[in-house]
Structure formats: structure tokens, C-alpha cells
């Protein structure tokens, strides 16, 4: 008996330690001299790695192909963060889970970066564009508490945040200071190019509705360059589920509108997208809201640039651009 509960106890030891050993490989030999900075969401660490450049080890505290909204903090992520020179996160609103760990992180040393700290967050009624099908009674219990956090999507919101994170590099290490402040100002610039990109490209589509099949991301990002949206989903809320009416009478909108495609959104199975474009008629297409990427799209090194290029085409697709 006591040879049994042995070994129960050493296999539920090791499945335990797993997580923890798997998250804290990248930390457990660091360089010295370098910068350990620990990132939330993808488009946090990409601009965190596009700043830092070789002066910095950047990481992702989201694995591979996980959803951000299911995720919650493993132990070996909380000793990641802990021994970190940088922790940056979206806000308390993306990852409501960041503040009771920061809370009890006893690193006083640990540079904290919000990267919404220094926008509006616009609110559920502000980013509701849509006026027809999607219009379900609103949770206002949800996690995002009413706000929107995805201001990632917007470039010029993007901008913004790259210039706190550089900012936060530069009070944590002033001796590399003008390197990465010269670093976020080409990196910005990239992204007045890509905002310059898809006010004009979206000028020349002839609709200006994106009929979106997931919970809406893009409030900042349609706001932005004069977009509609219809989506069955209550805003953005991520714990909202449409009922089978809001279902039916999407389906009954596309097929009295002029369009044949309906968007979806990343890491998640479509079945609401897919059920409405079946009864529609439509066709799926993807728009990336490039909160965490596949693993095989960290393997090939996609970068938020591409993702936003991507859906850019995409949207050229859905939207009638017509050069």
C-alpha cells in the first residue's frame, strides 16, 4: 500500500513539475547583461523584441496556440515573471489575473509596464457599430467590465504602446537608452507606413461593413478607418454566446446583403462563423486579432506587421476593393 501511494505521489509530482519546468526553461539560464523581459500577448512581444533588439530576452508567457481569454497563469509562469527584469501586459482589463500575482511578486527590482496606461479605453457602447443583427442584450458582468482592451488593432494606438514600452526600457536600463528609443521611433514609423497602407487601401473598397462570425476585437481598428461591424455576439464581451434568433436572422441579413464572405476570428473553432456562412451561402475567411499566435507561426517568425498585412488582404477580399 505504502509502495503504491509512493508512487501516485512521484507521477503526480512530475506531471505537476512539467508545466513549470516547460515555462521556466527560457529564464532558468539567462544572459548575463541582458535584459529579461516577459511579455503577456503576442503584439507586446513582438514590439518588446522589435525595441530591444540584442539587448533584451524577450518571452511570451502565452504557449503556442492557446486562447488568451481561457488563460490562467501556471506556477512556473509566476516564477518567470518574478525573476524577470520586465513584466508588460495589456492592462488589468486583458489580464485581470495580473494584478493579485503582481500583488504578491516580493521583486522590487521588477519593472512593471502597462501598456494601456497611456490610452482612453474606448467603452462597449462607443465600439458598437452594428445596428442590425448583432444588437444582443449586452453583459455588462464580463471580464472587460464594459471596456475595450484590444487597442493593439488600431496602428495608431500601436504606436502609443511602443513608445511606453521603449520608455519603460529606457528608465530600466538609461545606459541603452538612446538605443531603444531610436529602435521604437524606426519601428513606428513602420507602423504610420502600415496605418497609411490601410486608410487607403479601405478607401478604395466599395462596402464598409466586415460581417464577423466571432467576438468582435476590431472596435479600435473599425472606429479607426470609418468600418462597420455585424456580429451575432454581444460586443466584445468574451464570454458571450449568441442565441439561435440572433443566429437566424444574421443568416437572413447576408442573404439580403450584397456580400459573400463572412470573417472569423483566430485560435478558436468557427462553428457560429461556419454555421452562418452555410446557411448564407458565404464563404470564411480569417482576421487575425493577433492576440497569440499558432506554433507554427512562431516557428516561421510571423510578426504582428504580417498578421495586420494579412488581414488587410483579406479585407480587400471581403470588402469589394476595386483598384
Known amino acids: 500500500m505504502k509502495k503504491a501511494i509512493w508512487i501516485l505521489l512521484f507521477g503526480a509530482g512530475i506531471?505537476?513539475?512539467l508545466p513549470c519546468c516547460s515555462s521556466c526553461k527560457q529564464s532558468a539560464?539567462?544572459?548575463?547583461?541582458?535584459?529579461?523581459?516577459?511579455?503577456?500577448l503576442f503584439p507586446l512581444y513582438d514590439f518588446a523584441r522589435q525595441i530591444a533588439g540584442d539587448k533584451a530576452e524577450v518571452s511570451l508567457l502565452l504557449p503556442p496556440g492557446v486562447e488568451s481569454h481561457s488563460f490562467e497563469p501556471r506556477?512556473?509562469?509566476i516564477?518567470?515573471?518574478?525573476?524577470?527584469?520586465?513584466?508588460i501586459y495589456t492592462g488589468p482589463l486583458m489580464e485581470p489575473w495580473s494584478q493579485d500575482i503582481l500583488k504578491g511578486i516580493t521583486n522590487k527590482e521588477l519593472t512593471v509596464i502597462n501598456a494601456s496606461a497611456n490610452i482612453q479605453l474606448a467603452n462597449e457602447e462607443q465600439q458598437d457599430h452594428d445596428h442590425e443583427a448583432g444588437e444582443c442584450t449586452h453583459d455588462h458582468e464580463h471580464e472587460h467590465g464594459g471596456q475595450d482592451p484590444h487597442i493593439w488593432v488600431d496602428p495608431i494606438l500601436a504606436q502609443q504602446i511602443v513608445s511606453t514600452i521603449a520608455d519603460g526600457f529606457a528608465a530600466k536600463d538609461p545606459a541603452?537608452?538612446?538605443?531603444y528609443l531610436a529602435n521604437a521611433k524606426t519601428y513606428n514609423e513602420k507602423l504610420a507606413a502600415l496605418d497609411t497602407q490601410i486608410r487607403t487601401t479601405l478607401e478604395k473598397c466599395s462596402k464598409k461593413?466586415?460581417?464577423?462570425?466571432?467576438?468582435?476585437?476590431f472596435g479600435y481598428f473599425a472606429r479607426r478607418y470609418g468600418l462597420e461591424h455585424l456580429s451575432p455576439y454581444a460586443g466584445f464581451s468574451p464570454n458571450a454566446e449568441p442565441t439561435p434568433r440572433k443566429?437566424?436572422?444574421m443568416i437572413e441579413t447576408l442573404k439580403k446583403a450584397d456580400t459573400s464572405y463572412i470573417y472569423y476570428e483566430e485560435l478558436l473553432e468557427p462553428r457560429v462563423a461556419r454555421i452562418i456562412a452555410e446557411g448564407a451561402g458565404a464563404k470564411l475567411l480569417l482576421l487575425h486579432g493577433a492576440?497569440?499566435?499558432?506554433?507554427?507561426?512562431?516557428?516561421?517568425?510571423?510578426?504582428?506587421?504580417?498578421?495586420?498585412?494579412?488581414n488587410l488582404e483579406r479585407l480587400k477580399l471581403g470588402l469589394g476593393y476595386q483598384d
Open 291 to 310: 492576440h497569440n499566435i499558432s506554433k507554427q507561426e512562431l516557428d516561421k517568425g510571423v510578426t504582428y506587421l504580417d498578421i495586420m498585412g494579412g
Open 79 to 87: 516564477v518567470r515573471i518574478s525573476k524577470a527584469d520586465v513584466f
Open 29 to 40: 539560464q539567462p544572459t548575463p547583461g541582458k535584459l529579461q523581459v516577459v511579455t503577456t
Open 176 to 179: 541603452n537608452k538612446d538605443y
Open 15 to 17: 506531471y505537476l513539475c
Open 247 to 249: 443566429i437566424t436572422e
Open 209 to 217: 461593413t466586415i460581417v464577423y462570425g466571432g467576438h468582435f476585437a
Open 75 to 77: 506556477p512556473g509562469d
